[in-house]
């Protein structure tokens, strides 16, 4: 069975602070995909960043970043200089060899002025 | 493209009604899905198809239906609805996966599902 952790409920920042979301996963499976989505107010879903197994690169991506750890089994998500539009509920999410898809709790961020 | 579509976005139903949420994607994405999201649960996989005609459960398939008679529908079955089906229910769609890649899923806009 598969299994994504997300420990932090909720984090509350204030603008321009960076700010990092957690990712801990379990599988069993040896090529697996990760995933970061957003879910802003508004509710739907915001695809971020898809990585596989195979590549430990982190990524940067604006003000964005990922760093991946298959030897922690992490695969968390930095937002730098937070802006208000950045609150919004992340998830993180994985994908083994079967076609089903696991998500995390969800981590709520809230950036304030 | 329209991407994802939903309908209805709201919707209260009393215990024991029947209703069909409806999906439709454009994109001719092979992998569609049916999710459920509750407070403090994430998203959970209700049903799943990898093509049309193709249906499988996913983690909390008891109450619901899913039929896939073509590639672009993809409509979720209450039979008789409960309480604890109150939830937001989210459709998604990608092409299928091949071999060791995958591919991210689209999410439609959601459907606030209450039912008393």
């Known amino acids: 069975a598969q299994k994504v952790t997300q420990a932090q409920t909720e984090i509350s920042v204030v603008e321009k602070e960076d700010v990092t979301l957690d990712c801990v996963y379990e599988t069993r499976d040896t090529t697996y995909y990760l995933f970061w989505y957003k879910q802003p107010p508004s509710g739907e879903l915001v695809f971020l960043i898809r990585?596989?197994?195979?590549?430990?690169q982190n990524e940067i991506s604006g003000r964005y970043s990922w760093n991946f750890q298959k030897s922690t089994s992490s695969f968390n998500f930095t937002i730098t200089a937070s802006q208000v539009v950045d609150s919004a509920v992340y998830f993180c999410a994985l994908k083994g060899t079967a076609s089903k898809l696991t998500f995390g709790t969800g981590t709520r961020l809230q950036v304030t002025l | 493209n329209a991407g994802v579509t939903q309908t209805p976005k709201f919707q209260v139903l009393k215990t024991g009604q029947s209703m069909t949420l409806q999906c439709a994607q454009d994109?001719?994405?092979?992998?569609m899905s049916w999710y459920r999201q509750d407070p403090g649960m994430g998203l959970r996989l209700i049903h799943y198809s990898v093509g049309a005609g193709i249906t499988d459960q996913g983690e909390v398939p008891n109450g619901y239906n899913v039929s896939r008679s073509t590639t672009e529908d993809f409509p979720l079955r209450l039979l008789s609805a409960a309480p604890s089906q109150t939830s937001v229910y989210f459709c998604a769609s990608s092409y299928r996966s091949s071999g060791a890649y995958s591919y991210e899923q689209y999410f439609g806009p959601g459907t606030r599902l209450t039912v008393t």
């Open positions: 994109m001719n994405h092979e992998y």
């Open positions: 990585r596989n197994s195979f590549d430990e």
